[in-house]
């Protein structure tokens, strides 16, 4: 954890839930404002169908919601896309940009989650910027290399440490089980720390670095006492209430 910072434990749901899950976000509901305090920040990021209606949820409740992605522009002859003032419109107070699956499926260049982060801040809301390295990358050594050269790329020159979250998600730990190391996160995010303090000065030494991949209730407490692991995206985890719920116990566990 970062001295001084409120940590975030940030859920993203991907292609999942319908109208049905949203029982499940009553429920972290419930959970969040049964805690007399809460040691951070508590974020769920659902698909585009499901924003307006979990935050109407949420509306009375230390829940925030966000969407995954967003188109850069603001309007236009986009057909099935969506911008970050829709998502704002619907309820939305932070977007995902640049995961790696948008960046594999969907081929986004940094240039592209650039962009798209400063469209959420265009609309007035929070970017988790995205990145992390394949397993390939880890293997030859080049881990650092690659991260540094997305956080050039990715992370636009108006950052702040309020209008942006960095994800540090090495794309081989996602889903599968797999955690590297806490040595390595300590390194990689320490790694992270140092890159955005020597480009932005104060706002880097307090942007939140979350680690992302594989966090469960059994590993998250180590994973949020490393340092400069500022919270977590999760993924699969978050989709049922009680392990979010668990996850977030992490938190000054
Ligand atoms: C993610 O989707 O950002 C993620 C970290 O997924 P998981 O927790 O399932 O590995």
Redesign the pocket.
């Known amino acids: 954890m970062t001295p001084g910072v409120t940590p975030i434990v940030a859920g993203?749901w991907?292609m999942n839930g319908t109208a049905a899950s949203l029982d499940e976000i009553g429920d972290v509901c419930a959970g969040l404002d049964a805690e007399d305090t809460l040691p951070h920040e508590t974020l769920l990021c659902v698909p585009a169908t499901l924003v307006e209606r979990a935050a109407a949820v949420a509306a009375e409740s230390a829940l925030s919601i966000g969407g995954e992605d967003c188109h850069a522009k603001e309007s236009g002859a986009h057909t099935g896309d969506i911008s970050a003032e829709m998502l704002a419109d619907a309820g939305a107070s932070f977007i995902i940009v640049g995961?790696s699956?948008r960046r594999t499926d969907h081929g986004e260049t940094d240039a592209v989650v650039a962009a798209k982060a400063e469209a959420v801040w265009r609309a007035g809301l929070t970017a988790i910027i995205?990145v992390g390295e394949t397993r390939e990358e880890r293997e030859a050594g080049k881990a650092e290399e690659v991260v540094g050269a997305q956080l050039a790329g990715s992370v636009p020159a108006a950052m702040t440490a309020t209008n942006a979250v960095i994800?540090y998600?090495p794309v081989w730990?996602?889903?599968?089980g797999l955690v590297p190391s806490n040595d390595d996160i300590g390194a990689m995010h320490t790694f992270i720390r140092k890159t955005m303090s020597s480009r932005f000065g104060a706002e880097g030494e307090a942007v939140r670095i979350l680690y992302?991949?594989?966090?469960k209730p059994g590993n998250a407490a180590e994973i949020f006492a490393i340092a400069n692991v500022d919270g977590g995206?999760?993924?699969?985890?978050?989709l049922k209430a009680a392990d979010f719920l668990a996850i977030c116990d992490g938190i000054n566990a």
Not at 173 to 176: K, M, R
Not at 212 to 215: D, H, T
């Open positions: 993203n991907k995961h699956e995205c994800a998600e730990a996602i889903g599968t992302g991949g594989s966090v995206l999760i993924g699969g985890a978050s």
